[in-house]
């Protein structure tokens, strides 16, 4: 299998997984986010990591002439672009809301401080708010955390790779054990959130390992995958649906399993991924994942000033959440589809708009000093 191979039903995964994160943070009264399994969607950040180093290691794993400058440039461009964009935007968004404060608007947080600090905005720039406890780990865009983690991950992963040839994945191995101790000890230089990132991306490129000599070996039939497939799926829901204990554990084995299984594209879940729709949120779901939170809080905003020139309670808060409510159930569903169909689309022009020129620009980056067929398509 060349590095170049797409794996279809990942790829549609990791889109739907992100629009599970967007229920999740949004709170709407009476709606389908307050289904349990979506009260458990941060979780799919788990998945996100095992298929990062699942996927990684299939472009990378085997390689004996990484080209260390060449990896860094089209990962930074790959991740920093959007996130930078959209810290810009987080920054922009307190001097708003700042100005809304000066017309009685209240929130439960003044503008410019906590989370959205000054303080915050250069770890925030140099990805490392989530790797110390120094920092605020969830500041400005939050789901960045992820994103800090797996920006310094990849570069652990390529030093492994320069360093290693036949051991390599011993190492990860080391990494996985020696990152589980640590975030159950509590110990360490780094914060849980990095330690449990370490352990997710490097079982994803165990799970690769895992893949690859499976499918040597074994061919999975269409009737016996769509099986596997289906009952795989099942799991994850009633995991997440459940008030287990052990419900981040299950579910990060889970999705190491599904990961492997979903592979090898040969069930009938794989091939109902491969529509257009699934595909498409496929390639959306970086962006999804970073602009939706800055949609969730203009809305929000415009909630709070609606309710106060009304008097009606459009934005209540519930313990530490700030919730919508229009007062009509069936009013507050269709406010969810609508927010979704305005997180793909405006994820839409994020993707083209700036994830696409950003990895344009790193591969012209590489095109001034490196010989045209050294850059990858």
Known sequence: MASGHRFHALDSLRGICALAV????LHVVGSLTELAFFRSADLFVDFFFVLSGFVITHAYGARHDLDLRRFFILRTFRLAPLHVCLLGVFIVFEFVKWGAAQQGVTFNKEPFTGMYAPSQILPNLLLIQAWTPLTENMS???????????????????????CTSARRVLVWAGIVI????????????????????????????????????????????????SLLEMLAGALIVWTLSSDSPNKAVLASGLFCVTVTLYAFDAGIVSSLLRARLFELLGRLSYSIYLTHVI?????????????????????????????????YPWLNNLLVGLVLL???GISFVTYHLIEVNGQKWGRRLLGQRLPAQAVPG
Not at 199 to 220: H, I, N, P
Not at 300 to 325: H, N, Q, S, W
Request: aromatic share 18%.
């Open 22 to 25: 967007v229920l999740y943070h």
């Open 140 to 162: 400005f865009n939050y789901p960045s955390w992820s994103i800090s983690i797996e920006y310094y991950m990849y570069l652990i992963f390529a030093a492994v790779v320069l």
């Open 178 to 225: 020696v990152a589980v101790a640590m975030l159950y000890s509590g110990s360490g230089p780094f914060t849980a959130l990095a330690y449990k990132g370490l352990t997710c991306f490097f079982a994803g490129a165990l799970c690769y390992k895992v893949f690859e000599a499976l499918r040597q070996r074994v061919q999975l039939g269409f009737g016996v995958a």
């Open 295 to 327: 949609i969730l809080s203009v809305l929000i905003l415009l909630f709070m000033v609606l309710e106060k020139k009304t008097g009606l309670p459009l934005a209540p808060v519930f313990g530490d959440f700030r919730y919508l409510d229009s007062g």
């Open 342 to 344: 305005a997180v793909i």
